[in-house]
């Protein structure tokens, strides 16, 4: 495996809280710990997410909203930002923890568009028979961080994934996401 420099957004978590994070002493980490075994190792992973705007229109309201999906395969939860980063918020770095892009136009906005849906449905605006989107694709695509937590024993590892910029533990999608990647 190479390593290759990519951009990435600066994480909200250090290593020393990541492990502290995968050690913790609550009901969730404790579970996981008897299911999978002790905390063996972490490590970094950057995810490639490509930026798209989206507008569409509730009643005479014009709303825009800019999303970031991965473009790994577009199963990892959408991030939202009030703006594209700046250049003062993003890091070049070299690893060799980086998934490549691998998925086409196409999907991604087909994804992307099925997501949104069910955001502003969820919001409340189940009412409307049909709500048109506009969506535009950014010229931006960074990595974004994330820790994993190795669990296990010499027989089985099973990983844990820290969003690195949410700081939030993510669920069996994420862990699945990546053990599907460190198998490849």
């Known amino acids: 495996m190479s390593t290759s420099a990519i951009r990435t957004l600066r994480p909200n978590v250090t290593q020393d809280e990541a492990v ?7 009901l969730s980490a404790l ?9 063996q190792k972490i ?19 014009t709303y825009t909203r800019l999303f970031a999906l991965d473009v790994v395969d577009g ?6 930002f009030p703006r594209i980063p700046e250049e ?17 136009e196409e999907r991604a906005v ?3 568009r099925e997501r949104v849906l069910r955001i502003v449905f969820q919001q409340g605006f189940f009412k409307l028979r049909e709500l048109r989107l506009d ?15 190795f669990y ?11 969003d690195a910029v949410r700081r939030r533990i993510e669920g069996a999608k994420a862990s699945a996401f990546f053990e599907q990647w460190l198998a490849a």
């Open 75 to 80: 199963s990892l939860d959408l991030f939202e």
């Open 20 to 26: 502290h994070t995968f050690s913790a002493l609550g």
């Open 31 to 39: 579970y996981w710990r008897m299911r999978s075994g002790p905390l």
């Open 152 to 162: 296990g024993d010499e027989r089985t590892v099973r990983c844990r994934v820290l």
């Open 135 to 149: 969506i535009t694709r950014e010229p931006c695509e960074i990595y974004l961080p994330y820790w994993l937590g």
């Open 110 to 112: 087909g994804l992307l």
């Open 43 to 61: 490590a970094g992973a950057y995810v490639p997410f490509r930026f798209y705007r989206i507008r569409y229109e509730l009643g005479r309201t």
């Open 88 to 104: 003062r918020e993003l890091l070049s770095i070299d690893s060799r923890n980086c998934l490549a892009p691998a998925l086409p």
